[in-house]
């Protein structure tokens, strides 16, 4: 909110799959021009399950401030749709988890059938490892 554009980076090891896992995100912040390193995560999106055939990360957004990051995955042998949100907090100089929703659905009718919002944790984006405790 600064009015410098930051950026938000995804970067992949060469020896990982076809799908969206082992990945490392970095928000890189600019100041009089220059970028560099800011926050990053690698904890997010390490291979839930070996096997687990669902592609990880889909796609982040950012509005005003915030991002928001949807993936896919398994828990507890389901699959599961992730919506975490985050929010610079001046606090922490980092981003905390604002928002985070998990959809567990079919996949052979590909319909949700269960919707949880997790817990507010106080998760900062530099340390969250993809918890989420039930409401």
Known sequence: ????????????PKEQD??????????????????????????????????????????????????????MSCYDNKYGKRFVSFSYDIQSDDFKVIKNIISFFNSESNEMNQTFNCKDNGYLFSSYNDDCEWL
């Not at 970028?35 to 070996?50: A, E, G, V």
Request: proline fraction near 2%.
């Open 1 to 12: 909110m600064d009015g410098d554009s930051d950026v938000i980076s995804v970067a992949k």
């Open 18 to 71: 076809d799908r969206n896992f082992d990945l490392e995100i970095s928000v890189y912040r600019t100041v009089n021009g220059k970028s560099h390193l800011w926050q990053q995560n690698t904890l997010m999106f390490k291979d839930p399950i070996n096997g687990c055939m669902m592609d990880g990360l889909e796609d982040i957004s950012t509005s005003s401030g915030k991002f928001t990051i949807e993936y």
